[in-house]
């Protein structure tokens, strides 16, 4: 189910990130590559703020919880033990007409693929739609320099196997015992076969994922606590509470390794409605139990007070960089009419925290020093967060522009800031203007983006 009544905002979202610098088409003076996106000036600030916000909330500030950083390609024994070699497919129908594919289980598709009354969804010819057949989401590519003799390794499909196949090392390395967690952020990739709606499922994505072990028997405690604990992470970063769901795994939903799973979902808003930002699973001793098979390599773990080995459990935490960037703009997303003036604004109203810039400083005209104060004032707080300057065009017009991009504060210097050494600082939700003593602006910006 993924009705909802929040408006269907993407369009104009995927004009707005592109206009201002968000996020691009990958080649796209080429035409564009299938679902896959690069982040421009703006995105990789946004994402890199929430990457931030979700390493110091799982690394930093715990003590049981250590970071990695493991290699994208692997042995690729790896993906045979993990299950992807066999069991990582989805269904696979094409239109012997058109030529488009999809995957079997498409809600457009009307009748049996493979049938003569099985229609197409794309050109509506009946009977032309293969039956399914089952297709590997792993790229692969060749280790080595002649392509017939090297061996077949695959882009990793998720970040998971690297902390897996590193259990041993990091728990000796850093003498951690159970329970105890192994956190990473890296890129992931699926050959999707309906990717789409932006950048909610890409072909290249980031992931940040963190396998947390744990004793057998205790597992479907902890898996309740991160359950809780992620889902208070997504409302830290100012996505309104009720956009954000719980979606428990039927037995048929369930993924190979997973004994129980719930997903975390935010509404999207229009056709998309709710969707997947986050899974936290329970995947029981899976993955290390296959990894020993595999492997021959023993990854137990010794339980010194009562002198016994065991294999852990693992609850696993797995969230979407790019889905979660998303859902922080489409959150953030707002066009409002503005008292007293005409022409109304759009805003990005993320979190201080979160926002690609912090502050935009503003001259209010080029001329009687205000310029030289507020360029000034920009380089000085430049040494502490992202600051835009800009002393062109009517203050209004400035205002906007950062609102479209979610700058929180706007400080201008006026007159009377050169005599006073006072300055107006603007809130981009409220509107309301504070004067602020020059030397305290940073702290006072400072303290919001800590709130
Ligand atoms: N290790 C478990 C795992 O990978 P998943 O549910 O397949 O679980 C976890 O993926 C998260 O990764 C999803 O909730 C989503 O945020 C993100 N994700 C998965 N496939 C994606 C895709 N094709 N494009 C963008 N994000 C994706």
Redesign the pocket.
């Known amino acids: 189910m993924t009705k909802t009544s929040s408006p269907d905002v993407l369009e104009r979202l995927v004009s707005l990130c592109k206009r201002r610098g968000f996020i691009f088409q990958s080649s796209e003076i080429y035409g564009g590559t299938g ?1 896959v996106w690069d982040y421009g000036p703006l995105g990789v600030e946004l994402k890199r703020n929430i990457k931030d916000r979700w390493w110091h909330s799982m690394v930093r500030t715990r003590d049981d919880i250590e970071g990695l950083d493991a290699a994208i390609l692997m042995h690729p024994r790896v993906w045979e033990a993990s299950g992807h070699v066999s069991g990582f497919v989805d269904p696979l129908v094409e239109c012997t007409n058109c030529k488009r594919r999809f995957r079997a289980d498409d809600e457009r598709i009307k009748g049996e693929p493979g049938s003569p009354d099985a229609q197409c969804p794309s050109c509506g010819m009946k009977g032309t739609l293969t039956a399914p057949r089952q297709f590997n989401l792993m790229f692969k590519t060749f280790m080595g320099p002649v392509e017939d003799t090297a061996a077949v390794v695959y882009l990793r ?5 690297g902390i897996y196949v590193n259990f041993l090392n990091v728990q000796q390395a850093s003498r951690q015992r159970i329970p105890f967690g192994i956190a990473q952020i890296g890129k ?1 990739f ?1 050959n ?1 076969i309906t ?1 789409g709606n932006f ?9 940040m ?1 963190m396998q947390f072990f744990v004793e057998p028997g205790t597992d479907m405690k902890w898996f309740e606590y991160w359950k809780e604990q992620r889902l208070r992470w997504h409302e830290s970063l100012g996505i309104a509470p009720e956009r954000l769901r719980f979606h428990e795994h039927s037995k048929e939903e369930l ?1 190979h ?1 997973a004994r129980a ?1 719930f ?2 979902e935010f509404d999207f808003g229009g056709s998309l409605g709710f969707q ?4 936290v ?1 329970n995947r029981g001793d899976f993955d290390l139990t296959r990894h020993q098979e595999f492997s021959g390599k023993k990854l137990d773990y010794f339980d010194q007070p009562n002198n016994r080995r065991f294999v852990p459990y693992v609850v ?1 935490t ?7 960037t998303l859902a922080i703009l489409v959150n953030g997303f707002r066009e409002e009419a503005v008292p007293g003036e005409e022409e109304g604004r759009t805003v990005l109203a993320f979190h201080p925290a979160i926002a690609p810039i912090k502050a935009g400083v503003f001259p209010l005209v080029k001329k009687d020093g205000m310029p030289e104060m507020a360029s000034r004032l920009a380089s000085d707080l430049r040494a502490y967060f992202p600051v835009f300057y800009d002393e062109s065009g009517a203050i209004g017009r400035r205002y906007r522009r950062q609102d479209e991009v979610g700058t929180p504060f706007c400080i201008t210097i006026d007159g009377e800031s050169v005599s006073d050494g006072t300055v107006t600082v603007r809130d981009r939700d409220t509107l309301k203007q504070e004067r602020v003593a020059s030397e305290q602006v940073r702290d006072y910006v400072l303290e919001r983006i800590a709130a």
Do not use: K
């Open positions: 679902s499909p998720e970040t998971a196997q992931a699926r999707e990717p950048i909610f499922r890409t072909r290249e994505f980031e992931q994922e993924a390794y799973a997903d975390i997947e930002i986050e899974g699973h696993e797995s969230v979407g960089a790019d889905r979660t």
